[in-house]
Structure formats: C-alpha cells, structure tokens
C-alpha cells in the first residue's frame, strides 16, 4: 500500500465515458478522500506481522460493529480498530489491544474474513515480548509460569475438591490403571469455589452413570488457551509441552473437559504441536447419557442459557448443553435474544478473563453485566451455563446490576446434580 | 559501569511451610521457591540505569535448587552475565554466611556497583547488603528507592519513617540495598525465558576458602501461637465509639 500523490487524481468538469455524460458534483467522490492525508505506516507495521495480516483486508462496511459485544458498550469493532490504525493509532501501546475477547462474531459477518482471532494474539505477542502488558493480565501469566493455574494456588492442592465431592474419582498418579474417561478438571474447577462445586457435581453424575473415570490431579496444568489467545504463546507452548508429556504416561480411551478454552486447546491447538486426543466438552459426552440417569425429582426452574464462544462459535456445538437442559425433569427454557452463532460473550475470553478492572476502565459495562440484564429480560429466574470462567463472572454481574434475588446462575452440571437428589 | 545485582530464592508464600522434624528449618519437601521481590526490584533498577545510560549488568547467586532459572530469567529480563557461585552446599545460607561466600567472586567480577534487595522474608533485618559492603570495604546505602549515575558516583534516594525521603551521594564501588525501582519489576515473556535457557550461558565460580563460615545458627523454628483472640466491641456505633474511647484513655493514648 503506497501513498497516492494528490497531483495523479484528475478532476475533469466534464467527463464523457463510454458514451455516457457522468459530469456533475457527485464524482467527487474521486476526490483524494481524508485517509490518503495520513501516513499508512503504522497500518502496515501492524498487518506486516505474521498472523495480523487480514487486518489490511477490512474494506470498513461495518458488519462487524453491529455483532462485537465490546462494541456495544464502548466503541470498539474490527472496522474501528482498522480505521483508529490507519489514522495513526499505535495499536501495540493502545488500550485497544487488550479489548477483544477473540468471540469470533466479527469473524462470523465478515465478508472480508478479518480474523481478529488471528490479530489480536499475533499483535498482543509483540507487545508481551516488549513486556507491555496490563499489570493483572502479568499477574495471571507468572501464576501460569510458576503455579501452573492463572489463579496462582498451589499445584498441590489442584485435586483438592475431590475430598468433598461425596464420590469417587481416580487421582492416576497416586492411583495407576487405564481408565476409559480422562477428564481434564481444568483451573476453575479446580480451585475457584463456584467452579469446585459444578466439579463434585460431575463426580455426583459420573458415580451415577458408572463411568469409569480419572484425573491427572497435581499433574494436570493449565491447558494455557486463553493465555495464547492474550498473546503469550511461549507460555501456551511451555505448558502445552508438559501436559502432552504428562498425558502420555497414562492410558484411557477418551478425554473429557470442563472447559471450553481447554477443550479448543486440546481440539485444535494441541494437534499443531504434534498430539491428538478423542476431547469432548463433558457437554457433549453427558447429553447422549443423559436418558440412563436416575431422575428423583422435577426441577420448576424457568431458565435461559448462555452459549460459551469456545464451545459454540469456536467449536459449532450449541446443541449438547440444550439437549442436557431439554432432558433435566421440568425445566421451562426461553431463548435470549442474541443466542447460539449470535451468542454474546461474557467477556471472559481471550484473556478478559484477568483484565477486568482494566477493561472496565475503557467500557460503560461489562460484558457479563449486559448479558445478565438480557438474561433477566426473558424473564427467566435462573442463567444456565456450562463454561467454568461464567458462574463468577455472572454472580458477581448479578450482584453488580442489582438483579440479587431476580436471577441465580448454575452450571448446567449442578442442575443435572439437583435433580438427581 | 559494571553492575552486579546479588539475587536469591524465598520460599513462595503460595504453599503452606512447615516446620521440619529437627525443628530448626522448613520442610522443603512441598516448598517452591521464587525470585526474592526485593532482588527483584533491584534487577529492575540495574536494567533501568543499563537503558538509560549504558552499563554492563552481571546477576550474581549462590548455587542451589531451581536458582539456574532465576538467573536466565535475569538475562531475559536484560542482564548481560549470570553467575553461580558454588558454596558447597545446595541448602540456603543465612545473610552473613552467604555475604562470605560471595564476596570473592564479586570482587573477581570486579563491578562498579552491586544492587541488591533491601531485605528477604529469611532476612528481614535486611543484613545482606550491609554485610556485603563490610566484606569487600565498600560504602553502603540501604532502603533506597532509587539510583542515578552521577560520574563516578551514584545518587540515591533513601527512605526513612514517615515518608521522608534524603538524596545521598555515595562514592563507587558501593554496595546498595534496594527497596523498590522506579517502575515495577517488568514481564519477562516465557519466549525469551526460553531462549536464554536455550543459549545456557551460565558462568560458575567456587567460593574461596572460609566462605560461608559464622553467621547464627537457628536453634528453634515454630509457628506463631495463636493469641486469644481479639476482643469484638458490640452495640450501636455511638456506644461502640465510646468504649473505643475509654479504651484509648485507659491505655494512657489519648491527651486531655
């Protein structure tokens, strides 16, 4: 992309083409137009980096605006991060750079095919590697780095909800056999209070369905997707690297996760690095079972549901959690308006998860707190979700919109629990 | 200007510590370690007068468990050497027993200046860099908050109680215990963690004879007993006001 010198554009008065008299005012429109008076450096800086190019793509129609979910509490989308470059933003030191969640809807309506999912990491990584990154987003990297979980508790302890969870589950390096299921807990599940509870939940259900099942307990790490995606990669691939090694030591037939981020990690990031495995979102591999379950009692809960962006638009699964929600006794679930391809984020994603008082200092809500209000519109009494980082992010929106008492959040595996009592 | 920055390990705070069976130590069993904050801070101080006006930054330790990592994330960070020095032994030595141990290898280095943290959470009295200074008979600052080149001196300020601060010139070499750097210790990317790893440019030194000699030796180490608890003031806050009161008066802590 080069600058057009204004002296090559010709303007005639009158202009015959083709036989056609096109005189007039209106073909001024070729006229040097505002964004040849600046200079196209910065955006070429940017697209020439490996991974961002498609930025250069953006034609500025503005599909995108209407789907990003920043957007609509700030002013933000893909066609103004593009036109913000080309009037000489440096992205690379903007608060802008640390905004996108990587929910792929832009993505979804672009005719271009800007792909911020690619842009945003390949961007974030050269600044991570000239150490510009958000003080919290650092915090969660060195937890990553030293405890192997962005919420920096002990690696030790990573199996601890299992001793409350009222049913077994095989901790495979204290307890070594092939298992049929290797379910991979992830952080949340792990250690956040919220996330434990829909864990010994899952315990609960396996139990019941007699599954024959195993953890890597305080083997397991960080499977470091939404780390990736908030541009440290050497970090993804430093853990990315311990977990296949530690894998490879155990035999099972299936893995299952908790969690989105991991499960499009493990689905379409670890292959890169050289390992495949049969990975299902724990979604996926209930819904089919969930006709053998024990029923004990109909839950009268008007519910709605939230597509997580890693299992839905990322992954094309938006049926396994209806389909669980559909088959729990007595349910009554209403749709929100922007559902499944059209999803809207949390917020927690590609990174947002750790960027929270930075981000809301550059939005007028949060994510979770808009989405708790489109919730609370349908009318429904209880938020189902099935994405670890969700629960947290929405109780503490619940709380922040004043909706306490209006609205509960569940994991979808914690209903599946209640019913089952 | 060759600055050398003395780092060590402390236990991370994360896992619980225990005591040891003998009584006198921790149970290093389940203990990770992690970068002294303090040292920390000085590494960020080094590199910040490496970028401002060019100096060669060497990052110096004692050799035991995980401390190769430390110091290739101190070449990540921007040190230009890093040095292990050998004292024989992998256990954590005390201040003065470790200031022993390296003082030759620092004097082999042969810097202008060494930075080092103004205390550790095994040494809150903050004797290293005292003890440093006395060993190679180099002035000594501690507590500073910030060093600037003045020619063949540094400037630095010094923090004292109550928010004061003095700026102090101190001749070179000099031995400083640093506080806190200018800006918080900055992101050392796992890439270029990896890549110094990758190089593996340690350089070793052994401690000269009578290294790691004196120092105290620890006879008990036990967990805090636990008081009996605080009292709770109950009632309106009026009345919680005045028993706050009666208390300040009875304990002789209030004029008038």
Request: charged share 25%; glycine share 10%.
């Amino acid at each position: 992309m080069s600058k057009v010198e204004p002296g090559r554009v010709r303007e005639d008065e009158h202009l015959i083409v083709e036989g056609m008299d096109i005189s007039g005012h209106w073909n001024r429109m070729f006229e040097q137009r505002v964004l040849w008076s600046h200079d196209t450096g910065p955006l070429e800086k940017l697209t020439a980096i490996t991974g961002a190019e498609s930025l250069a793509y953006c034609y500025q129609c503005g599909k995108c605006t209407s789907a990003c979910p920043v957007d609509s509490v700030g002013s933000y989308s893909p066609r103004k991060i593009f036109r913000k470059v080309q009037t000489g933003t440096d992205l690379l030191t903007n608060p802008d750079l640390w905004l996108c969640t990587t929910c792929a809807n832009c993505l979804r309506v672009c005719p271009k095919e800007v792909n911020m999912i690619s842009i945003m990491p390949a961007l974030r990584e050269v600044a991570v590697t000239e150490a510009n990154v958000p003080p919290e987003l650092q915090k969660a990297f060195e937890n990553t780095f030293q405890h192997g979980n962005p919420l920096g508790e002990p690696a030790r302890k990573r199996a601890d909800w299992v001793a409350e969870a009222g049913a077994p589950a095989t901790i495979l390096p204290r307890e070594r056999r092939p298992v049929d299921v290797l379910f991979y807990v992830e952080c949340y599940w792990s250690y956040h209070p919220r996330g434990r509870d829909a864990a010994r939940a899952f315990a609960r259900v396996m139990e019941k369905l007699g599954v024959d099942w195993g953890i890597l307990g305080p083997e397991e790490k960080c499977s470091c997707d939404s780390q990736r995606l908030a541009g440290e990669r050497g970090l993804f691939e430093m853990l990315a690297e311990q977990n296949i090694r530690t894998l490879a030591k155990y035999e099972f037939s299936r893995m299952v996760t908790s969690d989105p981020h991991a499960y499009n990690a493990l689905r379409n990031e670890y292959p890169k690095l050289g390992a495949e495995y049969p990975i299902q979102h724990y979604t996926q591999f209930l819904a089919p079972l969930m006709g053998q379950l024990p029923w004990k009692r109909r839950l009268d809960y008007k519910v709605t549901f939230h597509d997580p962006c890693y299992l839905g638009r990322h992954n094309g699964e938006y049926d396994a959690p209806r389909e669980m929600i559909r088959q729990i006794p007595g349910l009554q679930f209403t749709e929100m308006f922007r559902c499944k391809a059209n999803g809207y984020c949390c917020g927690g994603g590609g990174g947002g998860m750790w960027l929270d008082s930075f981000t809301g200092n550059h939005v007028t809500e949060r994510l979770s707190e808009r989405r708790v209000r489109e919730a609370v519109e349908t009318g429904a009494e209880m938020l189902v979700v099935c994405c670890p980082y969700e629960v947290s992010r929405f109780e503490d929106a619940v709380k922040s919109t004043g909706n306490e008492g209006r609205l509960l959040v569940r994991d979808v595996i914690e209903l599946v629990d209640e019913a089952l009592r | 200007m060759h600055i050398a920055v003395v780092v060590k390990q402390v236990p991370d705070l994360v896992e619980e510590l225990e005591v040891d069976a003998a009584g006198t130590g921790l149970d290093r069993a389940w203990v990770k370690m992690k970068l002294n904050e303090f040292d920390d801070h000085a590494l960020e101080q080094a590199v910040l007068l490496k970028e401002a006006g060019g100096a060669q930054v060497s990052v110096v330790a004692l050799d035991g468990e995980g401390i190769d990592q430390v110091l290739y994330a101190a070449v990540a960070r921007g040190a230009d050497r890093a040095l292990k020095v050998d004292a024989g032994t992998q256990e954590p030595l005390d201040s003065r027993r470790a200031a022993t141990a390296l003082a030759g290898a620092i004097r082999d280095l042969g810097p202008d200046l060494v930075l080092t943290g103004v205390q550790a959470a095994d040494d809150l009295f903050g004797q290293m860099a005292p003890f440093l200074a006395a060993e190679l008979g180099w002035p000594h600052v501690s507590v500073v908050s910030q060093v600037e080149v003045a020619g063949a001196a540094v400037r630095v300020q010094q923090e004292y109680a109550g928010g004061r601060m003095a700026t102090l010139e101190v001749d070179l070499p000099a031995v400083i215990g640093v506080q806190a750097a200018p800006q918080p210790p900055r992101y050392v990317p796992v890439s270029r963690l990896r890549q110094a790893m990758a190089s593996g440019a340690l350089e070793t030194a052994t401690a000269g004879a009578g290294a790691g000699t004196g120092g105290a030796a620890v006879t008990q180490l036990a967990k805090p007993e636990a008081g009996r608890g605080a009292e709770m003031l109950t009632g309106s806050p009026d009345q919680v006001a005045e028993k706050i009161e009666a208390l300040l008066r009875e304990r002789g802590l209030l004029r008038g």
